[in-house]
């Protein structure tokens, strides 16, 4: 299953990845709009640090998920390929998901009151975050193929 993935030492908090994934779940999908709207669409992918160390949230798509478990109305659930889906018509704010999460990766969502996650923009060949990263940051693949990419980070520091 392919998933987003976090290299913090190629991190340099430059927020792209947030700016990106605001402007897609944004109504205008505008980048210069989508920081002005009100309510202000929240970016699925978050980061958070300082002194150049940084974190990112963002659905881990577990294999036994605790969203999906503590989720009463259906909202969560496991998609064909294996991937943690929300379906926000099925939501009814209750917002057990968020409070479960251990990733903080899903948030309430201002534009429409119900819980969100990032669905990994499925609808794209990369996810948008993936791309607007330029330091390569985030990676969007297998695990097999995440070892591989962060195999030549492990070779430079030795």
Known sequence: ??????IPERCNGCLACEQVCRQKQSQTQSLFNSKTETPLAKP??????????????????????SCVEACMAGALSYSVS?????????CVSCYMCVMVCPFA???????TGK???CQLCLD???????????????????????EKEIEGDRLCIM
């Open 44 to 65: 699925h992918i978050r980061v958070s640090g300082a002194d150049g160390r940084y974190s990112v949230s963002v659905c881990q798509n577990c294999v036994h998920a």
């Open 82 to 90: 294996g991937h943690v889906s929300h379906d926000a018509r099925q």
């Open 105 to 111: 990766a899903i948030a309430p969502q201002l534009t």
């Open 115 to 117: 819980a969100g996650k």
């Open 124 to 146: 794209e060949e990369q996810p948008p975050c993936i791309l607007a990263c330029s330091r390569k940051a985030l990676f969007f693949g297998t695990a097999a193929e995440y």
């Open 1 to 6: 299953m392919r998933k987003i993935y976090f």
